[in-house]
């Protein structure tokens, strides 16, 4: 499973590359739930939130649609 949504994420990453940022899968886990780590600028970057909703999870849910929710543990949720 992790290397669908790593294929998944593929799909965003030159975006995310392009702003100096990335993105790391560290799990998913039974209950299909996608665990992030956001790196680079979106770490800090205060438009973050956006990037996992409108982007990444939008994404993978689109790719993988077993996939029941994505969460960056580094973010803060709004």
Request: aromatic fraction near 2%; charged fraction near 30%; glycine fraction near 6%.
């Amino acid at each position: 499973m992790i290397e669908r949504v790593t294929a998944a994420l593929d799909k965003i990453r030159p975006f995310l590359l392009a702003d100096g940022g990335d993105v790391k899968v560290l799990e998913v886990t039974k209950d299909m739930v996608v665990k992030l780590e956001l790196m680079g600028a979106c770490e800090t970057c205060p438009m973050s939130h956006m990037t996992m909703t409108a982007g990444v999870e939008e994404v993978i849910k689109r790719e993988i649609p077993e996939i029941k929710s994505v969460i960056a543990v580094n973010v803060e949720p709004v």
